[in-house]
């Protein structure tokens, strides 16, 4: 009977690490972070970690233009309240400069107004989403913004006809 048990736990175990190992067999994306609130930012990155994202964190608006040239994430996502520098300069400096124009930048705000929406994407954001975050939505945002290069990549491979 103890046997059995046994059995029965790894077979848990190895289902639970294969489902996990599943997830995390994805390609690692790497997520910039950048938000000065210490409870969101310790909120979101526990909670992205936990789904096998590598998550770079940046506190300022100056540290995330820094990082992102850095780093190369493969994609920012970017509170518009910051210190130093505020998320609509540090996004308008990362889409204007060469080496990051092409990362996607999710502007994170408290502000619904769809004036700060539109002035998100006048500063080059490539989505947005409001306060407090919903993570499925953000997730599918992630998902939909940094599959666009992987789904490029293997269009490009069938027009070559391999």
Not at 26 to 55: F, H, Q, S
Not at 124 to 129: K, L, V
């Amino acid at each position: 009977m103890s046997f059995i048990g046994k059995g029965c736990r790894t077979h848990e175990l190895t289902y639970n690490m294969a489902g996990e190992h599943y997830r995390k067999a994805t390609p690692l994306k790497r997520i910039l972070l950048v938000e000065d609130n210490e409870l969101n930012l310790d909120m979101l990155k526990r909670r992205l970690d936990r789904l096998g994202y590598a998550v770079i964190v940046a506190m300022d608006g100056a540290a995330g233009v820094q990082l992102a040239e850095q780093e190369a994430p493969d994609v920012i996502l970017m509170d518009m309240s910051l210190p130093v520098m505020d998320g609509w300069e540090a996004t308008r400096l990362i889409k204007n400069n060469d080496a990051t124009r092409g990362i996607p930048v999710i502007g994170l705000s408290a502000h619904a107004m769809s004036e700060d929406r539109t002035r998100a994407f006048d500063v080059g954001c490539d989505d947005y989403e409001t306060k407090p975050i919903h993570l499925d939505r953000l997730l599918a945002k992630i998902e939909k913004l940094t599959l666009k290069d992987g789904a490029d990549e293997s269009n490009d491979g069938a027009a070559t006809g391999s």
